[in-house]
Each structure stands twice: as structure tokens, then as C-alpha cells.
């Protein structure tokens, strides 16, 4: 049996078919995304940052400066919700109502932790490093001290998830099939 997470804030209720509260299927959509929004409230008003993130098992790391508005307000309790998604297609109908993308995409909520010790901190820095691009820890140096102190690094658990994927071609209208615009999907490919 795979583990799930959910809760009524990961209740998918627009096309329930498309989503899943499979850890397995999360955490691969987190492991391909090369980057993550980051929503919270900040003064009363929402904000949603893009930023860097990694995964190292059922914990989420997010990192950069200890000056950030984004990673005070977490390190504080903030609650926060992190997407990250995939675009694999472009879903082209021959009208505009239909027009679509493929994707997966990753809703995960909580609140986020400091990651204060100096060992986890620097894995949590590699596991970013790693994500970003496979093999360059071990040709880049790893953080002195200056750096490692001048970083903050949150972890957020991945209990409260949920994955929404839509897949295939357009679904046409019956009375648009002689219309002359072709339809299909132009797949997007990632960058690695």
C-alpha cells in the first residue's frame, strides 16, 4: 500500500479524476520541478515567491538568505503552501474553450522549520546543490563557514499534499469537428 497525505485543504474538487494523495507520485513531481512557489501572508496581504527547493525524503528544504521577507515569515510559523509544476503539453483544440496544457503539479501545506544544525544544513545544501544540477557537488566546493552561517535553510515536512496530472489530447465539441484548425499536443520538454 502507498502512503498518502491529505486533508481537506488537499481535497481536489475540480476534476477529482486528475488528482492523486500519492506520496510516490508527489514526490516524484517535486524531484523533476526545477523550481517551487512558495505562498503565505505577509502583512495581511498574500505573496507568492519562486525559489529553488530540494527533496531528501518526505521533507521539503527551502533556502537563500536569512534577510528574505519569505524565509523570516516561515522560520516565524507561518503557515505556507509550496506548488511546484510541470508543463508537458501544449493541448490544442479547435476552439479556444478547449485549449489546455499537460502537466502535474504538486500542492503541498504546512509549516515550515529552521534547520539549525550545522551537519543537516550542509546535507540539506548539497541535496539543493544536487537537485539543481546531478554531480555538481562534487566538483563545486561545498560552504565555509561565512556561507553557511550568511544561508537560512527551512524544511518543510510533506504530510499535507496532494498531485493533480492532466494528460491526452483536446476533447473537441462534436459541432466543431469540421473546423478546419488542426488539434494535437505540442509536447514541452524540461531543460535537463
Request: charged content about 20%.
Amino acid at each position: 500500500m502507498t502512503a498518502e497525505c491529505s486533508s481537506t485543504k488537499t481535497q481536489l474538487r475540480r476534476h477529482p479524476e486528475r488528482g492523486s494523495h500519492d506520496l510516490e507520485v508527489v514526490r516524484t513531481i517535486l524531484d523533476e520541478a526545477l523550481i517551487c512557489h512558495v505562498g503565505f501572508v505577509h502583512d495581511g496581504c498574500p505573496v507568492v515567491i519562486p525559489t529553488i527547493h530540494a527533496r531528501r525524503g518526505d521533507t521539503l528544504y527551502l533556502h537563500g538568505s536569512p534577510a528574505s521577507r519569505m524565509l523570516r515569515g516561515l522560520a516565524s510559523g507561518l503557515a505556507v503552501c509550496v506548488t511546484a509544476t510541470l508543463i508537458d503539453g501544449l493541448v490544442l483544440a479547435k476552439s479556444w474553450f478547449h485549449h489546455s496544457l499537460n502537466y502535474r503539479s504538486v500542492v503541498i501545506f504546512g509549516s515550515a522549520t529552521v534547520v539549525g544544525d550545522a551537519e543537516e544544513k550542509t546535507e540539506a545544501l548539497r541535496v539543493i546543490v544536487e537537485h539543481v544540477k546531478p554531480g555538481r557537488t562534487r566538483e563545486a566546493r561545498p560552504p565555509n563557514a561565512r556561507e553557511l552561517s550568511g544561508t537560512l535553510v527551512l524544511s518543510l515536512p510533506i504530510t499535507e499534499s496532494s498531485a493533480k496530472i492532466r494528460t491526452g489530447g483536446p476533447i473537441d465539441d462534436a459541432d466543431d469537428a469540421g473546423h478546419p484548425a488542426w488539434t494535437g499536443v505540442v509536447p514541452v520538454t524540461s531543460p535537463r
